[in-house]
């Protein structure tokens, strides 16, 4: 890729792009299983394939391959006459074979490419043989990238396709062919495609009325929606216009109001006031774009329900979870096969949430919701491995038999609907919400979402946006902060945001990866980042990886004794937090005035008469932030726990440890 990139970038791109980006991809959870009934790989037309040399007609002109290591043979193809070969016996070797892209800053690229394998092995089910994109900045360092599902075994040729946003700061991009760290076998990769996706004119989201498009009778906030114009080329300047009408379910116009707005204004809230005493009933609120060359391009349609009642559980327009009417923070963890003593341990630990894998495609529930009651937790059931197409033995119908068994449950909170999986998924991810939705008004859905570049394409499939960074290993734990503030970003203000912290040791997983694990210190230091950028919930990861010392996981690796350990640091977390939990849910947001920028996160909160702002240094070494005192507020404490102040005039000075993070209180 030419390095140098054209010096004109349209600004939506820039906006849009730096709003959901996000660091390192997440690698714990088993997020790449093979996939069966996959959608067949699209191939882009011939000229508008970026990928030269995409079928190796040409031997490996154009690529970038290891030594000794791939070769362009004519044994087998998927097309044409050749394919490009390469074998591994050393699992310890890793190579990649690559072509760096000719793309921009904020272009949506779509890729795809046939593999053929023959006896591709991985100690992890999820490793084999496969296709990617990924970028890198100008110092050379990572920046993301997307990983298709990579099979395993003996199989003849696959469509692998996903999709890729290019980042900000991205100054290479390539596209590439390998076997995963640790596998070994042979594989044949063909038919490599890149084609960059036309923007979208227009993009609509309903923001208020947020939750299903529900509200309250005798609501009388404005309705919102969050609008993004893409102007294209071809476009005169001049202004967009935007035709909203409201009509009720006997077709009957209540409402008929033009806005316009130029079409320079890269993203913008829409926003007005619904006719006054609206009663009872559906309604549907119908958007009109048109261009400023007269062309209508897009047409959103939204079902409004006003009701007697909001649900048993729903998200607010703030953004929190209302359970029986109470705004609730769900402080939780994941675990598998629970007894009676861990949920014992968990309500004793601070806790008041569980997500367990077991159940859902395990079968069975009914004790465990009985069990989870009687310990005052909330129930996150999972219906994550029932979307459609993702592999023979899902079903939205199978999804519906647990929504219907369930769904009565007093301590059920919510519907897991996604665990990771990418954009591809999304028509199925439809499906199964839409099926849930139509099956249990009462209960919202959550979504746990990786491919946070494009988060916001999850927008109308889920009511909770959720994403889990993992940066316990790694350099500091910014990730945390990164990640957080995309899926915040994308969630605009309509969805609950649930983070989902690390707690267990990568290593256990990932062997190639250094042991490492969390401390206190780091748990505490994510559950904070995450709510000073907006999280809503903190569901931990996991309960049930705490008791292994080292991979593999199983018998001979649990450790007892070490379990109690880490349990004693993270219910130490949980009580801290749960304990912070009612400043969260019913203080006032207070904007603070940065003087200096600082890698340490912050943000403030109005409670009961104490400003509490919250910090949290990310840095393995100490670091400072300064801030000008919030008006109205002083300092009667220089010292609070490990976090230090100093003065300087109006300005105040913050010094935190290595990984220091807290709450330091201010008075009136």
């Known amino acids: 890729m030419n390095p140098h990139f054209k010096s004109f970038i349209r600004t939506w791109q820039l906006l849009f792009v730096t709003a959901l980006f996000c660091a390192l991809p997440s690698c714990a959870k088993s997020s ?14 011939a000229s508008s394939n970026l990928v030269k040399n995409p079928g190796f007609e040409d031997g490996v002109a154009h690529w970038k391959l290891p030594q000794n290591g791939a070769t362009a043979t004519s044994d087998a193809a998927h097309s044409g006459k050749s394919s490009l070969h390469y074998a591994n016996t050393d699992p310890k070797t890793y190579n990649l ?3 760096f892209l000719d793309v921009e800053p904020g272009q949506y690229i779509r890729f795809s490419g046939w593999v053929k394998g023959k006896n591709i092995q991985n100690e992890k089910k999820s490793q084999g043989a496969g296709i990617y994109m990924q970028s890198t900045d100008a110092n050379g360092k990572y920046i993301s990238g997307a990983f298709p599902s990579t099979p395993q075994g003996t199989f003849d040729w696959t469509p692998l396709n996903s999709e890729y946003l290019v980042p900000p700061n991205a100054t290479e991009v390539a596209i590439g062919c390998y076997l995963r760290k640790g596998t070994t076998g042979e594989a044949w990769f063909d038919d490599m495609q890149a084609s960059i996706v036309p923007p979208t004119p227009f993009v609509s989201l309903l923001t208020f009325p947020n939750y299903r498009g529900m509200v309250k009778v005798g609501d009388s906030h404005p309705w919102t929606s969050f609008i993004r114009i893409n102007a294209l080329p071809e476009w005169r300047s001049g202004d967009v216009t935007i035709h909203t009408v409201l009509s009720n379910a006997s077709g009957k116009v209540l409402l008929d109001k033009s806005s316009k707005m130029p079409s320079t204004k890269s993203t913008f809230r829409l926003s007005f006031q619904p006719p006054a005493n609206l009663p009872v009933g559906d309604y549907t609120l119908t958007q009109t774009f048109t261009d400023p060359n007269g062309k209508e391009s897009l047409q959103q349609k939204n079902s409004i329900q006003v009701v007697s009642e909001m649900p048993k559980v729903y998200v607010d327009a703030d953004g929190f979870t209302v359970v029986k009417g109470q705004r609730f923070f769900p402080l939780g963890v994941y675990y598998g096969d629970t007894s009676g003593d861990d949920f014992q341990r968990l309500e004793d630990g601070g806790f008041n949430t569980i997500l367990g894998y077991k159940y859902g495609s395990g079968g069975g529930g009914e004790d465990y919701m009985k069990d989870a009651a009687k310990h005052h937790l909330q129930v996150i059931y999972s219906l994550k491995d029932m979307i459609p197409g993702y592999n023979d033995t899902t079903s939205v119908e199978k999804a519906a038999g647990y929504v219907k068994k369930f769904r009565g449950y007093d301590n059920l909170l919510a519907w897991y609907i996604n665990d990771e999986r990418p954009p591809k998924f999304l028509p199925g991810l439809k499906e199964l919400y839409n099926e849930t939705v139509k099956l249990d008004k009462q209960h919202p859905a959550f979504q746990l ?75 505490r230091n994510q559950s904070y980042q995450a709510i000073i950028n907006g999280a809503t919930g903190l569901i931990y990861f996991s309960y049930y990886n705490l008791i292994y010392e080292k991979y593999p996981r199983g018998e001979a690796t649990k ?3 070490l379990f109690q350990q880490r349990w004693t640091d993270l219910s130490s977390v949980s009580k801290e937090i749960k304990a912070l939990v009612p400043a969260i849910l019913h203080g006032s947001k207070v904007p603070l005035e940065m003087s200096t ?35 109205g507020w002083k300092i009667k404490q220089a010292e609070q726990g490990n976090i230090k102040s100093t003065f300087q005039g109006s300005k105040v000075t913050f010094t935190l440890p290595s990984l220091g993070s807290g709450v330091f209180k201010l008075e009136k």
């Open 97 to 99: 074979m690559v072509q």
């Open 559 to 561: 450790n007892l004794a």
């Open 449 to 523: 979402i990786t491919a946070l570049d494009v988060a916001e394409k999850y927008f109308s499939s889920t009511d909770i946006m959720g994403t889990d960074p993992y940066p316990v290993g790694d350099n500091d734990l910014s990730m945390t902060s990164r990640k957080s503030r995309a899926i915040a970003a994308a969630a605009h203000g309509a969805k609950s945001v649930w983070i989902v912290p690390q707690i267990f040791d990568l290593s256990i997983t990932h062997p190639e990866r250094k042991q490492h694990r969390p401390s206190r210190d780091e748990i």
């Open 597 to 631: 920028k600082s890698d340490v996160q912050a943000s403030a909160i109005d409670y009961q008469n104490h400003l509490l702002i919250l910090l949290a240094n990310p840095d393995y070494a100490p670091k400072q932030i300064t801030m000008n005192l919030p008006k």
């Open 32 to 45: 790449s299983q093979p996939i069966v009934n996959q959608p067949t790989a699209q191939p882009a037309s």
